[in-house]
């Protein structure tokens, strides 16, 4: 009997989307619907590397498509006669559905009900059939392409996610204990060591791996569907201990060893429980037994052995003090929902205090806030949309018209989310899909005169396609060549050949890539460069803001939303800026930087929070206004850093943060003379709680002064004058 190699993933997943794809072609074309294209574009996007990412990605595709032909159909019922009205209708909404797709959690289901309501009323108002007629077969295309390869990816070599999810929680988990471990060490005199800095890099690549896969076993493992809420609380419970040690590792200063265990006397029992509660979540999820909340021991502030001489770095043990008790009481969250998860844990019940998600609220709020970034997108594709119309209407002989504006409209919205892609990036990769797909469709099609013989041909350049551009990586690719496959090929029942239809793609997509990078300065430089030191500017305005506005109201969520989105953009920009900017060190300088962001916007953060949650902390009074005059400094020098970085120029050496650390100083004295009140009446002096509640406030402080001097110092190190070289994207 013969025997079959076995077949690699990529070759299972290549015949899959190929068998779809010919499937698709077959039904449509049997029913004579029309628009094939339509259905075989939907088997080229939803077909993913598992069974649960193309689900969700159908999932996404199909609900779009549905409020986008809600939206279509209701644009072309108020403005069916005034184009202009109509225009500006259809453009309002794609802005909108571009704004929410940029911060949004499921941005593809915003992009798909922003381009595909064009795609509805372009076909509308340049075909004979009526809006309501064109809405109806792009829905039932798309749910025919969506059921068809859902179908093919159930039955034939299902990939489940659950394995895969569960070995990215276990690595996330190791991530965690490791990097705990590389603080503790660090607390007990070790040093900051490379250690700590990759510790701290494996942990964050270990999280953003968790999220997709949480999403994907959900919608492929019914074993996991039963249990999402306990698994969605673990990615939440998970998510908050990752924060909470990132700004553990960022937090860790050389202190006197003796000073901090004198403050903090239970602080190596406290650690060693943290460390062996972390270790037996390391195991695999859903087989821990349920157990109550762990005893970490005391650590308190020793508010008796604080010395006078030393208050400054007192105020720096109370820092890491709260850190550390929030990190165990997010460890016992953990735990719990590990707990959760297992047969035995269901049945026997939990025991640990339930930990209610309330992220969701706090995240819809701020995808909600303006942002300055995403409202440049907002402009980019509405301008491109705007001028792709105005061609359409008044430049006479501009071949295949209603098609420049639907691939303006999907160029446009997708570009949005990676401005610094210049579109003259793609044009190789799309003139040779085009060229090919152009000599398949009239030197092979011609010659093939029933689906039997046209069925072979779908299959062998859909399973080429897919094997080629295969893996994650390439999953764009892939969707650009299948796209323009079928769309060059326009298969149909009643089949015709130009070439001038090829020759039409060409030429409209050459002009709308020289549109788009026309259009890509609108209204700032898309150059990584550029882009880095306008977010890095912002950022440190609105550091500024945070350190001497109002810690509540509208402007205060509105910076502190900044704050916590930008760092993140100045981690991907800084990937993408081109080596030749970077001479020398100033790579190094710029990774630097980056790390310097993050870790400032975690101190202004808690600096907010302190200041939110002071109350009325004994002593506040006194020392008011030498805080006050602190954060005017350090917000002056912010402001100062964020002008130079924008003109591109070197800052001058930190030697402002002589005047912050006499303030600092100030303080310290105020708070000194507070702790040594000795012959204040009684029930007046100062209990523990209350000067760690000022000795917090004033160790944020510190730590935002040293950042911003580190800061300065890193910025100096890279070389701005080659980031001002003039040239065109």
């Known amino acids: ?124 108002a340049t075909s004979h059939s009526g809006a309501f007629e064109i809405a109806m077969l792009r829905t039932q295309q798309t749910g025919l392409g969506i059921l068809v390869y859902s179908l093919v990816a159930l039955l034939i070599w299902p990939r489940n996610s659950r394995g895969d999810l569960r070995e990215a929680f276990e690595r996330l988990q190791s991530a965690q204990l490791a990097l705990f471990q590389e603080c503790r ?150 735990a719990q929902a590990a707990c959760a998860i297992s047969n035995e844990a269901k049945s026997r019940g939990s025991k640990f205090p339930a930990v209610a998600d309330t992220g969701a609220a706090s995240r819809m709020l701020g995808n909600l806030m303006p942002d300055p970034d995403r409202l440049g997108g907002v402009a980019r594709v509405i301008f491109t949309i705007w001028l792709a119309y105005l061609g359409y209407l008044y430049v006479d002989g501009l071949p295949a018209g209603p098609l420049i504006l639907s691939l303006a409209a999907s160029l446009s919205i997708a570009l949005a989310a990676m401005p610094f892609v210049a579109p003259r990036k793609i044009f190789l990769p799309v003139l040779v899909a085009i060229l090919c797909s152009g000599a398949i469709y009239l030197l092979v099609l011609p010659h093939l005169s029933t689906f039997w013989s046209l069925g072979p041909l779908i299959f062998g350049v859909t399973f080429a396609l897919c094997l080629l551009f295969s893996g994650p990586r390439r999953a764009a690719g892939r969707s650009i060549a299948l796209a323009f496959f079928v769309s060059v090929m326009g298969i149909s029942n009643s089949q015709v050949y130009s070439f001038s239809a090829v020759a039409n793609m060409l030429v409209v997509v050459t002009l709308l890539l020289i549109l788009l990078s ?56 800084a990937g993408v800026i081109e080596r030749r900017y970077l001479p020398g060190d100033s790579e190094a300088n710029l990774r630097a930087v ?45 402001e100062r850093l964020a002008a130079v970085t924008r003109k591109g120029e070197r800052p001058a050496p930190a030697n402002s943060s002589a005047r912050e650390g006499a303030q600092l100083r100030e303080i310290e004295n105020l708070l000194r003379q507070y702790h040594g009140a000795t012959g204040a009446p009684a029930g007046s002096q100062p209990d523990g709680r209350q000067l760690e509640g000022a000795l917090l406030l004033l160790g944020v402080s510190r730590s935002v002064s040293e950042l911003l001097a580190s800061l300065t110092e890193q910025l100096r190190g890279i070389d701005w004058r080659k980031w001002s070289e003039p040239r065109f994207f």
Request: with cysteine.
């Open 594 to 638: 980056v790390a310097r962001c993050e870790a400032l916007a975690a101190r202004i953060n808690a600096l907010v929070e302190a200041r939110l949650h002071a109350g009325d902390v004994a002593g506040k009074n006194a020392t008011g206004a030498a805080l006050e005059s602190w954060q005017g400094a350090a917000a002056d020098a912010l």
């Open 518 to 573: 026309f259009a890509a300065y609108i209204p700032f430089s898309p150059r990584p460069e550029r882009m880095f030191q306008r977010q890095l500017g912002q950022f440190m305005c609105s550091c500024a803001w945070l350190l001497t506005g109002r810690p509540t109201g509208w402007r205060s969520r509105y910076h502190r939303n900044l704050v916590a989105r930008i760092p993140a953009r100045l981690s991907l920009l």
């Open 185 to 334: 060490a660090v607390l007990a005199g070790a040093g900051r060591t490379t250690a700590l800095v990759n510790a701290r890099s494996d942990l964050v690549h270990a999280q953003s791996a968790v999220s997709p896969l949480l999403d994907a076993a959900i919608a492929d493992s019914h074993l996991v569907h039963e249990r999402r809420r306990e698994w969605q609380q673990l990615l939440a419970s998970s998510t908050e201990l990752t924060e909470l040690l990132e700004r553990l590792s960022e937090s860790l200063y050389q202190v006197d060893d003796r000073l901090l265990r004198e403050l903090l006397p239970g602080i190596d029992s406290y650690c060693s429980g943290v460390e062996r509660r972390l270790q037996a979540l390391t195991g695999p999820v859903g087989e821990m037994q349920p157990g109550e909340p762990q005893e970490y021991g005391k650590i308190a502030v020793e508010a008796a052995r604080i010395p006078d001489s030393r208050l400054l770095d007192s105020a720096v043990v109370a820092v890491l003090r709260r850190l550390l008790q929030r990190v165990s009481e997010q460890v016992d969250s953990v």
């Open 1 to 124: 009997m013969l025997k079959l190699p076995p077949l690699s993933v990529a070759t299972r997943e290549s015949i899959k989307t190929a068998l779809a794809m010919v499937s698709v072609y077959g039904i449509t074309l049997s029913l004579d619907w029309g628009k094939a294209a339509w259905a075989g574009l939907a088997v080229a996007v939803v077909s993913q590397s598992s069974l649960g990412m193309s689900l969700n990605k159908a999932a996404l595709r199909m609900l779009g498509t549905l409020m986008a032909v809600v939206a279509a159909l209701v644009i072309v019922a108020h403005f069916p006669q005034d184009r202009w009205l109509f225009m500006a209708a259809l453009s309002s909404w794609l802005g909108v559905c571009t704004y929410l797709s940029l911060g949004a959690k499921d941005s593809y289901f915003w992009q798909i009900g922003g381009w595909v309501s064009v795609i509805i009323c372009v076909n509308a």
